[in-house]
């Protein structure tokens, strides 16, 4: 069964204080590795994708990236604004390299960021 | 790109009664999802559909909840008999493919008294 863990639960920051966030996996085979920030009361908006161990993709103060057991989302000098809950998501590929399509998340770490 | 949309965006039913949602998917994905979640968690997968074929069902999932997707467009969520622990939010995703992205809705949240 695939399992992913997020740590920490919670983190809070000073304005410009940068972290990282972690998102550790297990599946049977990683089709890909989905990162997605949540705001209280609404959907989950996509940040990033990451299929192989090694990959790396950035966005504003966000970097994500991918190991075989792990994943980190880098925070640099963060803003009140990032302020969300981050979820790690991943979907797994059947023996035949074809994706099953559901993804499985963890349960989220929530960012605060004070001014 | 008008997004994922849902409806309702609230509801609040007195347990036993039935309720149905509603989901929009962006226009030419073939591919729609739905997950519950609940507070402090991530989203729970349910069920999918690519275009009109169910194609899984979570084993999590009570033969309560149906769902359906009759023309390959929009679906509904519908929960029969609902229970104090149904009370989640219902989110939808769609996307263009099978290994495509998901991207979300706004969710219904559903109270359950």
């Known amino acids: 069964e695939d399992q992913v863990t997020q740590s920490p639960e919670a983190l809070r920051l000073q304005e410009g204080e940068s972290s990282s966030l972690n998102c550790s996996y297990t599946v049977s085979g990683l089709r890909g590795l989905f990162w997605y920030r949540q705001d209280p009361g609404k959907g989950p908006e996509f940040l990033f994708t990451l299929y192989s161990a090694g990959e790396e993709k950035e966005k504003e103060r966000l970097k994500a990236t991918l190991t075989k057991k792990e994943s980190f989302l880098h925070i640099t000098a963060p803003k009140p604004e990032d302020s969300a809950t981050y979820l790690c998501a991943v979907q797994a590929s059947n023996a035949g390299g074809t994706s099953y399509g559901k993804l499985t998340f963890g349960q989220g770490t929530i960012l605060t960021v004070h001014p | 790109d008008t997004g994922v949309s849902q409806d309702p965006r609230h509801k609040i039913t007195k347990r036993g009664q039935n309720v149905t949602f509603r989901c929009d998917p962006i226009s030419e994905h073939n591919r729609l999802y739905w997950y519950r979640q609940t507070l402090g968690q991530g989203p729970e997968f349910l069920t999918y559909f690519q275009n009109e074929a169910q194609l899984e069902k979570s084993r999590l999932l009570s033969d309560r909840f149906s769902a359906e997707r009759p023309k390959g467009s929009f679906s509904t969520l519908e929960i029969q008999r609902t229970e104090q622990g149904d009370s989640a939010m219902y989110l939808c995703?769609?996307?263009?493919?099978?290994?495509?992205?998901?991207?979300f809705g706004p969710g219904t949240r559903l109270l359950v008294l």
């Open positions: 995703a769609s996307s263009l493919e099978a290994a495509g992205t998901q991207y």
